[in-house]
């Protein structure tokens, strides 16, 4: 859409250094002295957008043969509630877009010009009702109004006619606030080119103009003329074309103008003598006239054959009026005005296959002065045939200096027959300073190869600083918004895409998920938000929920998940949800809205059905809702890390391949997760920096890396990871230096990297010895390829192929093979093993008599006792197996124990007075436990900590503690409120060594009775190696999945779950059941699944690998029952796993509702 259109011409006039000047106002009616301040009746030209609804039940919308009328209004400027109204109705006449005006479906364009009405609230449109079918349905008018910067929505979605609606024919619009878009505003700049008295020197050619303010602020670049006619009306010999536009105001000060042309028409070389451009001063009272000198030629056969150029201002001409009346004007040079430089751009063609290019080739390069504009690559300097396969290009730039320069982009238009291309790298030398650039390249720009772009940014090898320009969507500028070098910007500094997502305050991550229903209007275009708001009705900013590039809205029945970031408003009562839509087109039938935070390690699930539409249900587009109403779902607190990768200076030592990361603390681990690539990470001498989201398990004691080994760059050179805690500032350090490649290196594509705290590393390395022992029973061996990984309290070993053994044949029947795993971090003492294989082989089923695991640094051996078959046709047909370590005893549970109980006093208030506990545990009641106050052994002073013992019968896994502040008997207690402040409590069972953490923070007040009282949930658990090995003990589980009931609910995949409990997870396990045919729709299926016991249920996994006729699936829930206990555990899901239906996805993650 061309927002500047050609309005009116002017005869040719004679400049005042003799050249003729043909003048053309675009998208400016009037000469400049007319826009002067002084001129209150100054005019602004709008562009007029009206879009005309498909309306189903009527054959025709448009009018015709009507007049069409507008009247825009505007505010004072002092914004008191007064109109400033153009003069008279507009007729709408000439549409930029259609010559048959207001049909149905249509969107017309065109320009209106009025009076400078400030800011618009109102237009009124309405037309004559004449012609056979006058009747018209409106849909919405947009108004476009440069000098602003504003794009302005007036909905509408009601009929102009007679006999339809209420009969209206003219009706006022007002401005949806929420629809306007916002963008630098336009400013009025007449622009003077002169052509040179040489032979041959006008052109036919397009020529276009960009101007540069300070901190490489520009306009667009912009084509002088608009159409053939033009083209040859200008810019001919000893003449001065003359050009009035609105254009971005790049600030005070003009450094540069680049002018150049299209290389079009019979005689496109142009010898351009100067360019001069006058505007308006800052305050208003004046003009000022740019003069920026050229006398080259813009021609392929002339000069340095260089069709741009980039040109600096040599003097100003400034017109001033004064107080009295009177015109001051002022000649002077302009300081200090930037150099012309020569840049010899040296591009380095990869030595591989295939790797030169015949495609024309395109370079920008960006300074902190600015840039170059696209620029052809044309001549080599050093060769005739360029980009040749292991060879270099010198090419020369002419451009204004650009500074420090720290990215280029590399482009090919993809023509000729060889038209991939691989860059290897590109130096760039400014021949005047001998400042060099280096950029490491090592990509293809082709449509077949690795990601098929043929446009790369690349990024100066030493730049450390903001890469946005990467972002692809709006979860990028999210990210950004979380990093630690936000906290040091002033946020009213940022402009571009981030300022729409920069805010003040705390910031943490949301993830938003929205359902539309299914009605066949349900769905909408419009732009979504949320706010959140919490705790004394604190409210976040308008957090929009856009969808990624390419998709529009939100479809019927469709599934978008959001990753957002707004204020931490702390714990979350309501959120409002809307969209900026007011037509009927933007109607929205929102189904569900989830809401997960993970730094609170809640999720809510709201079960909305209903309508946000002005013209559904109760006609409103913004509900708040009450998350009382929720369902609340534990998903495990997180804790924000800044996560920096660097990858090796080494030739190929960026990937193409995916990433994982698993995570080890003293606290537990995380599931391997996906580092998101994105579109220009881990390249080879570039450090990345992304916001992770982790478990508590900190301080970190190990990191695994692995790669799948995929893509068209396989391998990795991995220098080191630093974690950075976001809330603290402690750094965690991972080192590696190697690469993860089946041919490099180690050729390994996983590997492990010790924690380096302050310089000391958390972990020991060693060595393990596995002996296998297979049973000696009929058909015990196997062909199938055999797995385990060992678990310990310092972690798991990871997957581990058991593939080299002394034995050439392994695992035959009565046999013993040995492997051996060096170079690996210690586990410390083992507790578990987990066995299976991949069933493939003549004879795959095994029978294990047992495995011992030797920990060669220790000199320790450790057993591990099996006798069962893995197998799908033998036993219980279980090919996964999970084992106890002989070594460790297991003790009879508990009956009495010590607890520790360590509490620590706030700021906030002591007391003299007496505390009481009560210690709810998952398996009993402790009896009241009081702490008694007294003059020789105070207590519960401010800042101090005090530690006490009791001891009570077992209590299991502490879940929570009753708190309370009593009075001393025969104590008088005053009329004001006497509080004590906890801050912290810790317990300690002292058989086990289990840590539970309590973090209060509240005020207590003074009572006389034990029935006043506060409750704390327990915020951390930390449980000792030696209570884990205690619950090891194997355990079945019966997991009963449950269908929906919708049409095609079913499924005919392979079905799979992992189920994750406090003390680990079972591993990935296959639902199946012979000569049943499972899953169907309203069915509920059963199935028990053998491991050792997972403690308390924390999520579980369901997933199908999409195979068989109808793949798709309708899940309703999940139970899991522990049959030793008896306890069920109740995962609800209510959504699809299928590729076509709401999210796309295959997997669900289920978590037991709170």
């Given amino acids: 859409m061309n927002y500047f259109t050609v309005d009116i011409h002017f005869p040719n006039t004679i400049d005042w250094r003799g050249f003729p000047v043909p003048i053309l106002h675009t998208c400016m009616p009037l000469t400049l002295e007319r826009l002067h301040a002084t001129d209150p009746n100054r005019e602004r030209q709008f562009l007029v957008l009206l879009k005309f609804f498909l309306y189903p039940s009527k054959s025709s919308l448009g009018p015709h043969c009507c007049l069409y009328t507008l009247q825009v209004f505007g505010s004072c400027e002092n914004h008191l509630p007064c109109s400033i109204i153009s003069p008279g109705m507009t007729l709408l006449k000439s549409s930029k877009t259609n010559s048959d005006k207001f049909e149905r479906d249509s969107i017309e364009i065109f320009t209106v010009e009025t009076l400078d009405l400030g800011d618009l609230w109102k237009v009124r449109i309405g037309h004559d009702n004449t012609g056979k079918a006058p009747g018209w349905f409106v849909d919405w008018v947009e108004v476009d109004a440069p000098s602003l910067g504003k794009c302005m929505t007036f909905p509408c979605g009601r009929w102009l006619a007679k006999n339809e609606d209420d009969g209206t024919i003219v009706r006022d619009l007002f401005h949806a606030e929420l629809q306007t878009r916002r963008y630098t505003p336009f400013v009025p700049y007449e622009i003077t080119l002169y052509t040179s008295d040489v032979f041959a020197a006008g052109t036919d050619a397009n020529i276009f103009i960009v101007i540069y303010g300070c901190d490489a602020v520009c306009t667009q670049q912009k084509y002088l003329c608009t159409n053939k006619r033009e083209q040859k009306l200008f810019f001919e010999r000893k003449s001065a074309s003359r050009f009035i536009m609105e254009l971005e105001d790049v600030g005070e000060i003009i450094e540069k103008i680049r002018i150049g042309h299209d290389n079009t028409g019979m005689n496109p070389g142009w010898h351009c003598s100067h360019v001069d451009i006058r505007r308006l001063l800052p305050d208003k009272d ?13 021609a392929t056969s002339e000069d340095d054959k260089k069709t741009i150029r980039e040109l600096v201002p040599y003097d100003i001409f400034t017109e001033k009026y004064m107080r009295d009346g009177s015109l001051r004007q002022v000649y002077k040079e302009v300081e200090e005005p930037l150099d012309i430089v020569l840049y010899s751009v040296q591009i380095f063609t990869g030595n591989v296959p295939g790797a030169g290019t015949d495609a024309k080739v395109y370079i920008t390069i960006y300074g902190d002065l600015g840039d170059t504009g696209e620029r052809y690559l044309g001549k080599s300097e050093n060769r005739t045939n360029k980009f040749e396969r292991g060879t270099a290009d010198t090419f020369i730039i002419e451009a204004a200096d650009l500074g420090v320069i720290y990215k280029i982009k590399l482009r090919h238009d993809n023509t000729k027959w060889c038209a991939d291309w691989y860059v290897e790298k590109v130096e760039i030398w400014n021949d005047t300073n001998e400042d060099e650039f280096l950029f490491l390249c090592g990509r293809w720009l082709s449509l077949k190869k690795e990601d098929g772009r043929l446009e790369r940014l690349f990024y100066e090898k030493e730049y450390t600083g903001d890469r946005s320009s990467n972002c692809s969507s709006p979860a990028d500028f999210w990210e950004i918004t979380l990093s630690s070098k936000m906290a040091d910007i002033d946020i009213a500094t940022v402009t571009g895409p981030m300022a729409d997502y920069v805010q003040e305050g705390p910031v943490i991550p949301y993830y938003v998920s929205v359902t539309t229903g299914k009605h066949r209007d349900a769905a909408t275009e419009s732009r979504a938000y949320v706010i959140l708001i919490g705790q004394e009705d604190e409210r976040s900013n308008r957090i929009w929920l856009d969808c990624p590039r390419g998709k529009k809205g939100f479809s019927c029945g469709s599934v978008e998940e959001f990753y957002v970031a707004g204020l931490d408003v702390g714990i979350i009562k309501k959120i409002e949800l809307g969209h900026d839509g007011a037509s009927p087109e933007s109607c929205w039938l929102v189904e569900e809205l989830c809401l997960a935070v993970p730094t609170q390690g809640t999720k809510y699930i709201l079960r909305c059905n209903c309508w946000l539409a002005k013209d559904r249900g109760d006609g409103v587009t913004s509900r708040v809702f009450d998350l009382l109403d929720a369902m609340v779902v534990n998903i495990g607190v997180k804790v924000l890390y800044e996560m920096t990768v660097w990858t090796g200076d080494v030739v190929g030592g960026g990937t193409d391949s995916n990433i994982f990361m698993t995570l080890y603390g003293i606290n537990g681990s995380t599931e391997e997760v996906q580092l998101d690539k994105k579109k220009a990470r881990f390249e080879r001498e570039q450090n990345d920096t992304f916001i992770m989201e982790i478990l508590d398990i900190a301080p970190f004691t190990k990191m695994r890396i692995r790669i799948d080994g995929l893509g068209s760059r396989p391998e990795w050179f991995l220098e080191r990871i630093l974690l950075k805690n976001m809330n603290t500032g402690d750094l965690t350090m991972f080192y590696y230096g190697d690469w993860l490649s089946q041919r490099k290196g180690k050729k390994t594509l996983v590997c492990e990297m010790c924690a380096v705290i302050d310089g000391e590393e958390m ?78 082989g003549i004879f795959p089923g095994w029978h294990l008599s047992h495995v011992d695991v030797k920990d060669n640094s220790r000199d320790e051996t450790f057993r591990f006792q099996c006798d069962c078959w893995l197998s799908k046709s033998e036993g219980d047909r279980q090919t996964v197996r999970d084992f106890a370590c002989a070594n460790n005893e297991i003790q009879d549970e508990l009956e009495e124990t010590t607890y520790e109980i360590v509490i620590e006093t706030g700021n906030g208030g002591e007391t003299r007075e007496n505390v009481w506990l009560i210690l709810e545990g998952r398996k009993n009641r402790s009896k009241e436990f009081l702490v008694e106050n007294s003059s020789r052994q105070r207590a519960f002073r401010k800042g101090t900590t005090d530690t006490f013992e009791f001891d009570s019968v077992y209590l299991g896994d502490i879940a929570s503690l009753c708190v309370g502040h009593l009075a ?29 953490f309590f973090n209060c923070d509240s005020l207590i007040p003074l009572k006389r009775k034990r029935k006043y009282f506060k409750v704390f949930e327990v915020t951390k658990t930390t449980e000792s190696f030696a209570s884990k090995v205690q619950s090891l003990v194997p355990v079945k589980y019966e997991v009963i999945v449950t269908t929906g009931y919708e049409p095609g609910a079913g499924t005919d995949a392979n079905v799979f779950v992992t189920i994750f409990g406090s003390n680990g997870d079972t591993g990935k396990r296959e639902l199946k059941q012979k000569m049943r045919n499972l899953f169907e729709r309203g069915s509920t299926d059963r199935f028990f699944l053998e491991t050792l016991e997972l403690g308390e249920l924390r999520k579980v996994r369901l997933e199908h690998d999409g195979s068989g006729c109808r793949p798709g699936w309708l899940v309703d829930r999940v139970e899991v029952t522990n049959t030793s206990s008896g306890v069920a555990t109740v995962f609800t899901c209510g959504r699809w796993l299928d590729k076509k239906r709401g999210d796309g996805l295959t997997w669900r993650d289920l978590f037991p509702s709170v």
Avoid at 288 to 296: S, V
Avoid at 782 to 802: P, Q, R
Avoid at 968 to 976: A, C, L, N, Q, W
């Fill in 763 to 840: 972990m020991e390395w060693t060595s393990y010895t596995v002996s296998v022992k297979t049973s000696d029973v009929l058909g015990a061996g196997t062909d199938a390829n055999v797995f385990i990984i060992i678990f310990g309290e310092n972690g798991d070993s990871g997957t581990l192929a058991l593939k080299q053994s002394a034995n050439w044949n392994k695992f035959e029947r009565n046999s013993t093979d040995t492997f051996n795993f060096s170079d690996m971090l210690s586990l410390g003492h083992l507790c578990k093993l987990r066995v299976w294989h991949d069933n493939k």
């Fill in 968 to 996: 001393r008997e025969d104590r008088f207690i005053p009329k004001r409120e006497l509080v004590w402040h906890v801050k912290t409590i810790t317990i300690t069972e002292m058989e086990y060594g289990n840590v539970y």
């Fill in 286 to 298: 004046g003009t000022e006239t740019l003069t920026f000198p050229c006398d080259r030629w813009l």
